[in-house]
């Protein structure tokens, strides 16, 4: 046992010491020499602990260092602190790895995390949290978080110390390119400490309020049309009217329900198009047929609306169009037509329109349609695809438009993989192109 081999060593050095002074046959030696065992003793009994500190100290920084040759209560006392430390580096390097895992699905959070201590100060962040708040996870920590979110809003959250709702911000980083904003929400735990949550909201602001717009410019188109035949049918019901006058009235009734009409069908159109499968490529329709078709209702469109002055339209000869097109036939021809339908009213009577259709060398194919009409401005191009959005309102309500054919032939291009391409100089006509990826086009011969 560790205290009998201890006790045991003493008595060795102090026997030893007293057996060196008896040896000279001096009895007055043999106390002095006991003394001189029990110093040797201390003296290298103290060795050892040196020795022990001296291995606990570097096996605190390198667990691998080997344990001293000892024996007895010294050996002992190293191989519990030894196991001691094991267990505790065990334990330290799991917790570690658990608060590394952590720390990872928190980077990976589509929302920001920023923990607070007591006094409001950030002592972490995650990559989101920089990003929302244009913080450095280095640079910012300790930093209180109300000097680097000066929001007002924000900082009255804060200073208010009433978490049981989020509040709406502008992010610090925000500029009128890449508009950011967000809903942040504190969540107090511990002593005093915060967890603080932010995630971007644009998207659901900007769906939002392109979900009033949309409501709003329904209910004004649908509105105008109701309004007017409202007052026509007043009129019917309390004035005396003339056969011609009936007839007139009777007329511009039929006007406005099917300007109404029009609107809901293209309307059904958009939500049938954003609701269903994108068409695959099973059905092959020849583009002749397309472009035949397309030719004969812009004819008759063109004679509708221009009655003795016709536009010049000018079609690739049918002998020519040999390739073929993967897809809907229905709304490729709703949007190749919505087109030459565009170009045909808002160009006057007499104008030139163009319609072309040119294979690519690389695959692919443009269908073009250029116009010599009044053209549009850059800064109304950008826009031309939204719904409801119109350059010339009047023009446009008159010619019989409902402001989303552009915005149909977008869903429809984007549907078949294709894209919509623009270009116009004010005074001298618009041109535009729809651009068929190499996948959609395939060439058969001439028949």
Known sequence: MPWFQRSFALLVFIGA????????????????????????????????????????????????????????????????VYRLLRQQI???????????????????????????????????????????????????????????????????????RRFDHEVILTSPINTAAHPLRLSVRIYPYGQGRLLMLSQDITLLEQVEATRRDFVANVSHEIRTPLTVLAGFIETLQTLPLTRDEREDYLERMAQQAGRMKNLVDDLLTLSRLENSPPPGMEQW??????????????????AHLSGQTPHSLEFPPTDALSGEIAGAPGELHSALFNLINNAIRYTPPGGRIEVAWTP?????????????GPGIAPEYIPRLTERFYR????????????????????????RHGASLRIESTPGHGACFTAVFPQDRIRETPLS
């Open 17 to 80: 010491g007293a057996g060196i002074g008896a040896l000279f046959d001096l009895a007055d030696l043999a106390i002095p020499g006991a003394g001189a065992g029990l110093l040797g003793w201390l003296l290298w009994d103290n060795w050892r602990i040196l020795r022990f500190l001296s291995w606990l100290r570097l096996v605190y920084d390198d667990a691998a260092t080997p344990m001293p040759r000892s024996s007895g209560i010294w050996r002992e006392a190293a191989e519990r």
């Open 90 to 160: 065990k334990h330290t390097r799991e917790n570690e790895a658990s608060l590394r895992n952590l720390q990872a699905a928190l980077q990976a959070s589509p929302n920001g995390v920023i923990v607070l201590d007591n006094r409001t100060r950030i002592e972490w962040c995650n990559r989101m949290a920089c990003q929302h708040f244009g913080l450095d996870g280095e640079r910012d920590i300790a930093q209180s978080v109300t000097h680097l979110v000066r929001d007002p809003a924000f900082v009255a959250y804060m200073t208010a």
């Open 391 to 414: 350059v010339d309102n009047d023009h446009s309500r008159s010619s019989g438009g409902t402001g989303l054919g552009l915005s149909i032939v977008k869903h429809v291009l984007q």
């Open 360 to 372: 690519q060398a690389e695959g692919g194919a443009l269908f073009s349609v250029c116009d010599n």
């Open 285 to 302: 329709t020849p583009v002749r047929l397309l472009l035949q078709q397309c030719e004969i209702d812009a004819r008759a469109l063109s």
